[in-house]
């Protein structure tokens, strides 16, 4: 177990509907990054949240959003659901500092079914 | 932009064999890190073993060993003694030694271990 914690385990919207994923980080990690994982294929990144901004973005439209809380934890905000965005939804956590101590430590994932 | 590639979608070895995982790389940077993550059907990913990129020795956890070839931009990953609960998808993945550390992942090698 990494101590990150994702909710909810699983997840059925519908098209166009608005989805918030949650993610709360192991301790001491001030960092999180979010990653889409489609069936049968390598998670990509999505974005990257350090103190509570931004701090890097992948190849994502704006209607992924993301926010960071004062303790770290973390929620990924989808708008105008399509089908394409159903995949599993992987939070990672990691703290701040030179090689090894960037570590990410994954979450288990939150399954996002759109239909 | 750098990339990474897993050429076996699937691989199967007898329970106690041993078995090589390839992944290959494309980058221009010098300093960065290679990953080998295994994702069971709980699906969180664990990390296996981790390679710095300006180490010439080969990393080693336990069972688990990398050959690091870095001019040929090779990183394949080799489980001696191979256990049922060996059995997974296991992914390569590539981070930037910069400030950036968003993890760059090849798509994935399903392992079957035959009892």
């Known amino acids: 177990e990494t101590g990150v914690t994702q909710s909810p385990t699983h997840l059925i919207k519908t098209r166009g509907q608005q989805v918030t994923l949650r993610c709360s980080s192991q301790?001491?990690?001030?960092?999180v990054s979010w990653y889409q994982q489609a069936l049968g294929q390598g998670p990509q990144f999505i974005f990257q949240?350090?103190?509570?901004?931004?701090?890097g973005r992948g190849n994502f439209p704006p209607r992924f959003s993301g926010l960071q809380f004062p303790n770290y934890s973390s929620e990924l905000n989808v708008n105008a659901l399509e089908l394409d965005d159903s995949a599993l939804y992987l939070c990672?956590?990691?703290?701040?500092?030179?090689?090894?101590?960037?570590?990410?430590?994954f979450g288990p994932g939150t399954r996002l079914t759109v239909t | 932009a750098q990339t990474v590639t897993q050429s076996q979608p699937e691989m199967s070895v007898q329970e106690a064999e041993t078995v090589t995982l390839s992944c290959t790389y494309d980058?221009?940077?010098?300093?960065?890190?290679l990953f080998w993550y295994k994702q069971p059907p709980s699906r969180q990913m664990i990390l296996v073993i981790r390679?710095?990129?300006?180490k010439q020795q080969n990393a080693t956890e336990n069972r688990f060993s990398v050959n690091f070839q870095k001019a040929a931009k090779s990183f394949s990953l080799k489980i001696s003694d191979s256990q049922l609960g060996d059995a997974a998808m296991y992914f390569c993945?590539?981070?930037?030694?910069?400030?950036?550390?968003?993890?760059?992942w090849g798509a994935g090698t399903k392992l079957i271990i035959k009892p």
């Open positions: 990672a956590s990691s703290s701040t500092g030179t090689g090894h101590l960037r570590m990410q430590y």
């Open positions: 301790s001491g990690h001030n960092t």
């Open positions: 949240y350090y103190r509570e901004e931004e701090n």
């Open positions: 980058t221009s940077e010098s300093d960065y890190y």
């Open positions: 390679q710095e990129a300006y």
């Open positions: 993945a590539y981070r930037s030694g910069d400030s950036n550390y968003q993890l760059i």
